[in-house]
């Protein structure tokens, strides 16, 4: 069985931070992990990349959290981090992270955040 879990969401204020992470096991072998991303979606819309963060440790960003979130991983491949900062209400949405390989992509459930105004 593949895991990836994620945790650090919950309810916070306009303007305050969240550091989400993400956690993979299982059959996902750290070698193979090419990115890992994260994702967000609000209900009846598709889900959105967030952030992306490669094997050689590049990084991209939507342009919508760009300069508020900063993606980074840990010394092994298979845990990475969202730190959101200056978080907007419409940044509101369950966070998923995905784990991507060669020939497969792997998701976690979600994490909800909730930004009141």
């Known amino acids: 069985q593949v895991q990836l879990v994620e945790s650090g969401g919950g309810l916070v204020q306009a303007g305050g931070s969240l550091r989400l992470s993400c956690t993979a096991s299982?059959?996902?072998?750290?070698?193979?992990?090419?990115?890992m991303s994260w994702y967000r979606q609000t209900p009846g819309k598709q889900r959105e990349l967030v952030a992306t963060i490669t094997r050689d440790d590049s990084t991209e960003y939507a342009d919508s959290v760009k300069g508020r979130f900063s993606i980074s991983r840990a010394s092994v491949r298979n845990t990475v981090f969202l730190q959101m900062n200056a978080l907007k209400p419409e940044d509101t949405a369950i966070y998923f992270c995905?784990?991507?390989?060669?020939?497969?992509?792997?998701w976690g459930q979600g994490t909800q955040v909730t930004v009141s105004s």
């Open positions: 299982g059959s996902i072998e750290l070698f193979s992990i090419n990115a």
């Open positions: 995905l784990g991507a390989t060669r020939n497969s992509d792997y």
